[in-house]
């Protein structure tokens, strides 16, 4: 059978990783995909600059339109990152009748349903695994592997730059500033780390998975997102004297009310598999009704493994691509005419456990005061610990973990305890996840 045609448009670390893996495993692909897969020509806005990172013999073009919407080109593999041009890319290669791979979360995160719809419309399919977690197969994991069960939540380390920057308060005792410089050094996190130490990268990603997990539309702009960048090395500190690692985590779980959907530092138990995963790597934990927990773990980024995951999607895409577009796997695991609309639920309606940290005034009564409020609150305390801060005369630190409850209970408590004149600074609230 004659190869498959590709486009590839972007030449950056991924195109170079895919171009690279494409070649070495040329065979085994043949062997697996039922025909080779032939990169075409590659779309690069610096050509000379692309000639040079991924070797002289491919066509390269500037002109990422015409190469999208080529007739012989089957397969368009968009690795240009961002919004725009990235959709109208994928928006003309769908019109022209091409299957597209992705590796963009934003994209998919912020107009998946837009273009799904479009490649439903067009009979083609779009293919998305690099998206989310890199080279993890997670989208294939919970699309298909786990198609058996009800999903009940998804917890998920989706971020290997701010789990590196994470990481490294806790080893070395450095502030956030001093690991997210290091994380730069290295060249984990973006000269612009913003969507990273947001939350908003992992947001993209938890968007993506719980659309699929649930059956419902992806809803990013309903995700409650908050990064890294407060987060202070004492409260790592506290963390662990009471076992637990804070980690950025990626959560979405299906309750009575609605499906909550959050990015937010998180206390783990340090002894569950995931609060010891460390570095730029990435882990994600799905819990299923018949099978319970399952955890996935790999690289999140990097050329190749974000490669492995295009080229899975490739090959994926190979063997179906005759195929009755009825009898492919859905875009969002669901049948298009079976989505739910179930809400997203506004954090306010979340139910966790927390951690709080109060400077408080070393005085009687302090203690009291605090704790009448939580129990007016109908705020259950799981634990308590107080310890001199150090600094300052007759100031310590109070740390407590609650059971759960809803945000908005906590939100007025925090908000009475802060109004406390022994209450010296602002109070610190990290949620808590047990992942049971
Ligand atoms: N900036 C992302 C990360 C890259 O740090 O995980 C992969 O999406």
């Known amino acids: 059978m004659n190869p498959i045609q590709i486009a590839l448009l972007g030449a950056g670390t991924v195109a170079s990783g895919v171009v690279k893996v494409l070649e070495r495993n040329r065979e085994e692909l043949r062997r697996r995909a039922g025909r080779e897969i032939a990169v075409a020509a590659v779309a690069a806005r610096n050509p000379d600059k692309a000639r040079a990172a991924l070797g002289g013999a ?17 397969i368009v593999v968009e690795l240009i990152g961002g919004i725009s041009p990235a959709r109208e890319l994928v ?13 963009n979360k934003a994209l998919i995160a912020l107009h998946g349903n837009e273009i799904f719809a479009a490649a439903q419309a067009r ?41 590196f920057i994470l990481s490294e308060m806790r080893d070395k005792g450095l502030d956030f500033a001093t690991a997210l410089a290091q994380a730069q050094a290295l060249g984990y996190a973006e000269a612009d780390p913003t969507f990273d130490i947001e939350g908003i990268d992992a947001a993209h990603k938890a968007a993506i998975l719980c659309a699929i997990a649930f059956g419902v539309p992806v809803q990013f702009d309903k995700a409650y997102v908050e990064g890294i960048t407060a987060l202070q090395s004492t409260d790592i500190r506290y963390a662990e004297k009471l076992g637990y690692r804070i980690k950025l985590l990626g959560i979405t779980k299906r309750t009575e009310q609605g499906i909550e959907l959050r990015v937010h530092p998180t206390l783990i138990p340090a002894n569950r598999l995931i609060a010891n995963v460390e570095g730029a790597m990435n882990a994600v934990v799905v819990q299923g009704d018949a099978v319970g927990p399952t955890l996935y773990y790999g690289k999140g980024a990097g050329s190749e ?18 195929a009755d577009p009825e009898h492919r796997v859905p875009h969002l695991a669901f049948r298009p005419e079976a989505m739910h609309d179930i809400p997203i639920l506004p954090m306010a309606q979340v139910v966790t456990a927390y951690y709080l940290r109060l400077r408080v005034a070393d005085q009687a009564g302090v203690l009291a005061d605090l704790t009448r409020i939580l129990a007016d609150a109908g705020i259950s305390i799981d634990a308590l610990m107080q310890r001199e801060a150090g600094e300052g005369e007759g100031q310590t630190d109070v740390i407590m973990l609650t059971h759960d409850t809803t945000e908005a209970r906590m939100d007025a408590a ?21 992942l049971r």
């Open 414 to 434: 925090i908000a009475r305890m802060q109004a406390l004149p022994s209450v010296l600074a602002p109070i610190v609230r990290i949620r808590k996840e047990e």
């Open 91 to 103: 928006l003309s290669a769908i019109a022209a009748g091409k299957h597209v791979v992705t590796a």
């Open 58 to 74: 491919l066509p390269i073009t500037s002109d990422f339109e015409g190469l999208a919407t080529r007739p012989d080109i089957d």
């Open 123 to 163: 009979g083609v399919m779009v293919a998305f695994e690099a998206a989310v977690a890199g080279g993890i197969p997670i989208i294939k994991a919970v699309r298909e592997g786990l198609a058996g069960n009800c999903i009940e939540w998804i917890a998920g380390i989706i971020n290997g730059t701010t789990n």
């Open 305 to 322: 493994p974000t490669a492995s995951a295009v080229i899975a999607d490739l090959v994926d895409v190979t063997r179906l691509h005759t």
